[in-house]
């Protein structure tokens, strides 16, 4: 299916990795999931690629009886996407659940929701790149909006331009006050003691984000599966903790922007592909970092413990090099993020620049009209 045909701003997966990502020997997800796979053919090309899947963890953790699909990429053709879409739903109605929300391949960390609107570009590491027809397939089938989310462009050059005696912009001064009142210390991640940093990060990110609309809990193995792949693109300058009397209340990890070099590595690492990334690397560094997680608990919350965590974490990328940063996916109804994200990232020209929605419909007969394929 060459449905990316000639399009300047895709970036092919790695295939060794989605294969892998696709194997329940392989990925730890399996363990607590259902899981099918499905291809829709048209005249014996491959014109469209679905999955669904009945994550029992994430049930019983939000008390719902709810399926998703992922993987959706189709050709331009509506008939193809209805029968992709209500081949999901029914396989998930007869496993009895009530909910079908997506697009979703897995786990948020690996992809979620379409992209709606924004500026053109390639997308950053692990964000949705689709064409613009997937929205109008899904709301024909269907489908209506569950939840927005947004990406955020920080300019770290602003950031760079501020010199000792400049008037303290709303971050720093917070920060300047954390550090006098506050007890609370920076904890720096190395390639040492990224283990035992990321042992404690679990149990953070998941009390820190337990209520969160879009909470997806990670068993251990899915952890160590997530830190494992993390540690391929990970620069340990942008990860940091927060501690207080030793422990540690909360974390910010973002991520060079692989995807500046994967878009030019057509999917494959092999026969020449390490050579040409490492070679990218050297001649054009990434410019781009992706705020994945910045979460503090919540007895730790109100305290200015964020403010601590983002100045530190412009301060590294700055001196890396990196030109900006993008906060994604910040969900529409987390005001507290979208707000914080205006009020410290305006004076460094912060702006929203894109936009994705997760749909979801109930599973039941006669909830859809979707059109039969031809």
Known sequence: MDLYRGDPYWVPPLQADQRRFLDPQHNPFYEHADVALWLAYRGGTVAGTISAQVDHLHNEIHGERAGFFGFFEVVDDYPTAAALLETARQWLRERGMEIMRGPLSFSRSQGCGLLLEGEPGPPTLLTAYNPPYYA?????????????????????????????????????????????????????????????????????YHRAFAERYDFMPMTAAEFAHFVAGMRRVLDPDLA???????????????????????????????????????????????????????????????????ALLLAELFRQAVAKGYRDIEFSWVLESNMTMNQMIAHWGRPYGARRYRSYRLYEMGCGDGAAHPEPAG
């Open 136 to 204: 109008a397939f899904c709301e024909r089938f269907g489908l209506r909006q569950a939840q927005d989310a947004y990406a955020y462009l920080l300019d770290l050059t602003q950031f760079a331009a501020y010199r000792p005696g400049d008037p303290l912009p709303p971050l720093l001064q917070l920060e300047a006050a954390v550090k006098t009142r506050s007890q609370a210390r920076l904890r720096r991640v190395t390639w040492k003691n990224l283990e035992a940093v990321m042992e404690q990060a679990q149990d953070v």
């Open 240 to 306: 940091l903790g927060v501690e207080v009397e030793g422990q540690l209340v909360g974390i910010a990890i973002a991520l060079p922007d692989a995807n500046q070099v994967l878009r030019h590595l057509g999917g494959r690492l092999f026969p020449s592909g390490w050579f040409k990334a490492l070679w990218l690397r050297r001649t054009r560094p990434i410019s781009r970092a992706r705020l994945m997680i910045l979460g503090v608990l919540p007895q730790h919350r109100r305290q200015g413990f964020e």
